[in-house]
């Protein structure tokens, strides 16, 4: 009767304390609040596209090269640092695991056999015991304990790890994101460089027929020296920078073998002979941005960890209770072991709290606060980089599209006055040094206008990246 009245007792104060353990302290997680703009003010006449979001797709295909795709697939499968990020992640959703086993009981067993002998006290002297004798003490023991969530410290715990996990994924679609970003506009820069090469190569086959001609004409007593001299000099210092044109180009083939994870010896990309198209991109909603960028996710991720940080912090202040028991046998021995006289065991609660601890807690609670503070923060300004980061990039194709529109006119009149002054001076109008200016020019307004085109490319890159990964098609 007396051992069911004590396991009644039990029970009722287990259900009290499992009622207790329903209190969470610190704040409930609310994300921080931003202030989004309505629209892009640079987005000019662009028209936002739906507020619903679809899925960020492979954008990189805009660009329509199958090189390309090939390249940017690879990054998700070689890269070492994408590696690296997978690795994290892993670990945090490991600590997630271990955050969760505190909510669960835990139990443990040992089996111990000692060997021991007394000693004998001889006044001041401890020395061995002439009738003592060496005995052997057997032990076969499991224990079992349960802390008590009473406050919500584990509950935070778990809050908080599942909050550093989700962190963690996002840091790894923010770095595939950005190793993407680098390939692809690594890959369009290569490019570009293939096409300058080309329009140097062409622009010194053209430089050899003036070459040609002008040495006919001095051979003949038409030309001055000055011009066959004037014409080898243009053409070598062509020649030159069409070479010159071959070390950027090695350089960034060696970049995109290094972020495609293989060593340059075992990459090489053959020359394409056209551009990739520039695509037409339409932005979002600005209030997109804080569902799609993963820098974003992450940071707020970070703020719901250091709130729940405060929770833990709080539920310090309070004492822990847990659920303690064990059970097992003893003996001499150790055959004889496991027999109900030599059992034992014992079962009950343990409290215990910190009466003092020289402003500890009080200075990890203030220290979780400011940690929280600063990740709101942390969040705010990343918000407010995205949207600049937005605007910069849309600021840039517009400024661009129109620089690009009078280039292209220059370089069609540089072109037209290069072909002018060739046959003035093949008419003996003008002197040769009219057709080095004109061919000079000529080559200056073609580059700046691939110039112009290369930045166009690097801008819509940018964009895609700023925009998160992803953004409607222009229609």
């Known amino acids: 009767m007396m051992a069911r009245q004590v396991s009644l007792s039990l029970l009722s104060g287990l259900c009290v304390l499992l009622g207790l353990s329903a209190c969470t302290l610190g704040p409930d997680y609310q994300r921080a609040s931003v202030t989004t703009p309505a629209a892009y003010k640079e987005a000019g006449a662009w028209q936002p596209a739906q507020a619903t979001l679809p899925p960020a797709g492979p954008w990189w295909r805009a660009y329509g090269d199958a090189t390309l795709d090939g390249l940017v697939e690879r990054v998700s499968l070689a890269n070492q640092n994408l590696a690296a990020a997978d690795a994290a992640y892993r670990a945090a959703s490991a600590a997630v695991q271990s955050a969760r086993a505190a909510q669960l009981p835990s139990v443990t067993a040992d089996l111990q056999a000692t060997r021991s002998r007394g000693a004998q006290n001889s006044g001041n002297a401890v020395t061995a015991g002439a009738g003592s004798s060496a005995r052997t003490l057997a032990r076969l023991a499991g224990g079992a304990s349960w802390e008590i969530d009473l406050w919500g410290r584990v509950r935070r715990s778990v809050e908080q790890a599942r909050a550093n996990a989700a962190a963690s994924a996002a840091d790894r679609a923010a770095l595939e994101l950005s190793l993407r970003g680098s390939v692809v506009s690594t890959y369009l820069a290569l490019r570009v460089a293939q096409a300058e090469r080309r329009l140097l190569e062409d622009n010194v086959r053209g430089l050899e027929r003036a070459l040609d001609i002008t040495r006919n004409r001095y051979r003949v007593g038409v030309a001055a020296r000055l011009d066959v001299s004037q014409a080898e000099t243009q053409l070598a210092s062509t020649q030159a920078q069409a070479i010159d044109v071959g070390v950027r180009s090695a350089t960034l083939e060696h970049a995109l073998a290094n972020l495609v994870g293989v ?213």
């Open 263 to 475: 060593a340059p010896a075992a990459f090489a990309l053959d020359a394409m002979a056209e551009l990739p198209p520039l695509p037409g991109i339409a932005p979002e909603l600005p209030s997109t941005l804080l569902e799609r960028r993963p820098d974003i996710a992450a940071a707020e991720r970070r703020v719901a960890a250091a709130n729940a940080a405060i929770g833990i912090a709080e539920a310090a202040w309070y004492p822990t209770l847990s659920l303690g028991g064990s059970a097992g046998f003893q003996h001499s021995n150790l055959i004889d072991l496991v027999s109900l006289p030599y059992h034992f065991w014992s079962v009950g609660p343990a409290l215990a709290g910190t009466l003092f601890d020289g402003g500890l807690r009080k200075g990890q609670k203030a220290e979780a606060v400011a940690v929280h503070e600063q990740a709101v923060a942390d969040y705010r300004q990343t918000v407010l980089d995205a949207f600049v980061e937005v605007e910069d990039q849309l600021a840039t194709l517009r400024v661009l599209a129109q620089e690009a529109a009078l280039q292209d006119v220059a370089a069609q009149r540089a072109a037209e006055s290069q072909r002018l002054a060739e046959n003035q001076y093949k008419a003996g109008i003008v002197s040769y040094l009219n057709v080095v200016t004109a061919q000079t020019s000529a080559l200056n307004a073609a580059r700046s206008a691939l110039d112009i085109r290369a930045r166009r490319l690097a801008a819509s890159v940018a964009l895609y990246q700023a925009l998160g990964g992803g953004a409607a098609a222009e229609p």
